[in-house]
């Protein structure tokens, strides 16, 4: 079964611009979660889609925002991009079986995004 | 108050030998699960091992171990035989509430290893 997969791998953008970060989950898998990690603040979690849903949310401004299509693939736009974007975003998918005892997530490669 | 503290921001191992990374939590939730996962310098985050707050039984996965004591709020993780490829930053994570909370992992701020030959 093929993993996560997140596109771009890298990404330079500046100051003020947007930027749309795509992950496709592993077949099957109906839950996407969305975490930062720089240096300073770690790994932090942005939020969670579930069947189009966004069911948790993070403690992140409204520039951070996100979507889940029919097929689960999930996308996260950042609007007016700040230095302190500058992060690796990483994906994770899980099968979401409702007992949450044992849902493991699965995370992608990430996105390493730079703001100039 | 951290909820995940990963108190060993670095350490060496020889190659071959056992090591043991510090994970405490701090949570009001009866319901709750840990894992840890490796960060090798690619920036993928791996899977380890998972335990559950209700079970009786350390985890294991081949040469990865779960010391969990739960009065003690303590998930230590336990790498067996060390190997070059060991060589990553490792996270302690936890996932609290029951299904209905959804999939939000909480990190502590990890350890990096260093096996050395």
């Known amino acids: 079964k093929a993993g996560v997969t997140q596109t771009p791998r890298y990404l330079i953008k500046t100051r003020g611009q947007q930027v749309t970060l795509s992950c496709s989950p592993i077949?099957?898998?109906?839950?996407v979660s969305w975490y930062q990690q720089t240096p300073g603040q770690g790994l932090q979690f942005l939020f969670e889609?579930?069947?189009?849903?966004?069911?948790n949310k993070g403690n992140f401004p409204g520039r951070f925002s996100g979507r889940q299509f029919s097929n689960s693939r999930s996308e996260m736009n950042v609007s007016t991009l700040e230095l302190g974007d500058s992060a690796l975003y990483l994906c994770?998918?899980?099968?979401?079986?409702?007992?949450?005892?044992?849902?493991?997530?699965?995370f992608g490669p990430g996105t390493r995004l730079t703001v100039l | 108050a951290q909820k995940i503290t990963q108190t060993q921001p670095g350490m060496f191992v020889q190659e071959k030998e056992a090591v043991t990374l510090d994970c405490t939590y701090d949570t009001s939730d009866q319901s709750y699960g840990l894992f840890w996962y490796k960060q090798p310098s690619s920036g993928e985050m791996i899977f380890l091992i998972y335990q559950g707050s209700y079970d009786e039984q350390n985890a294991t996965e081949g040469r990865y171990s779960l010391n969990f004591q739960k009065a003690r709020k303590s998930a230590n993780l336990v790498i067996s035989a060390s190997q070059l490829g060991d060589s990553a930053m490792y996270f302690c994570a936890m996932r609290e509430g029951g299904g209905a909370a959804g999939n939000k992992l909480t990190f502590g701020g990890g350890t990096r290893v260093l096996v050395k030959p």
């Open positions: 994770a998918s899980s099968p979401y079986t409702g007992t949450s005892e044992t849902d493991t997530q699965y």
């Open positions: 077949s099957g898998h109906r839950s």
């Open positions: 889609y579930f069947s189009e849903t966004q069911r």
